[in-house]
């Protein structure tokens, strides 16, 4: 059998495509149903690039849809993605997979298998990242260079792809020189973003630096993003939820809420503070959805929670 399981093309996105086309005129599929389904298969196929050294249909396992599923669940939190666009991207692969293979394909459920929530919603407990001794004790179990790139996500905020492509030198140069450090690689859209740098954050900076020595970025050169990923950030990840109870991103979410404790005088909401007055915990929110990326202060809701 030829490539794509003989769909007719070896482009994943146009051999999905031709699956579902495939599927309306057999009458399994509605013409409408089948652009969709396309266009979200699309959006995978350039994750499984982005991410993955997989080039060809056969290749996709279902743990690789898990995990996309869960990235987009973390959209879901923070409100850059509505609930059910999320299920229906993680129900698209499902579909594409089930005509490419003759239905061998075990569907990934996008609640139960990605944990992909019914809606989205403030955050009811506590960061496990809040614990700075928590963090530390992750960071030193973890090869200096990983834990760099974790100590950037606890103290700067930053999602862990924009931590792992930074590069911490001139970051560190435009701190020392302006006290902000500005994201712009592996940003959501590629917005570009100013973050503060407090103390904290400045010495991370400088740990990082030194850890990423001639390199262009915190992944050596030598390594491409989707391997960086799939080793490094991977034991990051099971290293912070065993020390911390959290996950990456629970760092970016304990970051919010100091940030939110410096804007205001007053703890967040989910580490049990008092409100402050209207005018100044909007404001706070405005800000602090800035500086992680956001566009809307209601987002930050997903981080330090609801009064």
């Given at each position: ?21 495939q ?62 666009y ?14 490419a ?115 262009r ?16 950030l ?40 008092q ?14 959805s ?8 209601e ?9």
């Open positions: 059998m030829s490539r794509n399981f003989g769909l007719g093309s070896r482009n994943m996105a146009d051999a999905g495509r031709m699956a579902c086309d599927a309306v005129r057999r009458g399994l599929m509605s013409f409408s149903s089948a652009a969709s389904v396309s266009q979200r298969w699309s959006k995978f196929v350039v994750w499984l690039k982005e991410n993955t050294d997989i080039g060809r249909m056969e290749r996709i396992e279902t743990s690789m849809v898990v995990e996309f599923g869960r990235e987009l669940a973390e959209e879901v939190v923070t409100c850059e993605l509505s609930a059910s999320a299920q229906n991207l993680v129900s698209a692969i499902n579909s594409v997979m089930k005509l293979t003759k239905n061998e394909w075990q569907p990934v459920s996008p609640t139960k298998d990605c944990k992909i929530a019914q809606r989205q919603h403030s955050r009811e407990t506590m960061p496990g990242g809040i614990d700075r001794e928590r963090v530390a004790d992750a960071i030193a179990v973890l090869p200096p260079r990983t834990g760099a790139v974790v100590a950037l996500c606890r103290d700067l905020g930053l999602r862990s792809k924009e931590a792992s492509l930074l590069d911490a030198k001139s970051a560190l140069n435009e701190a020392i020189k302006a006290g902000i450090a500005t994201i712009t690689e592996g940003s959501k859209g590629g917005r570009l973003r100013e973050v503060p740098i407090d103390e904290r954050g400045l010495q991370s900076l400088k740990n990082a630096a030194a850890q990423q020595g001639n390199d970025s915190m992944i050596p050169t030598n390594r491409s993003w989707a391997q960086w990923r799939n080793v490094e991977h034991e990051a990840r099971e290293i912070v939820q065993q020390f911390t109870g959290g996950s990456l991103h629970d760092l970016r979410a304990a970051w919010a809420c100091e940030r939110y404790k410096e804007l205001t005088g007053h703890h967040a909401p989910i580490c049990g503070g409100r402050p007055d209207k005018v100044t915990d909007l404001g706070a929110r405005k800000q602090i800035a500086e992680l990326g956001h566009g809307r202060a987002i930050v809701a997903a981080y330090i929670g609801r009064w």
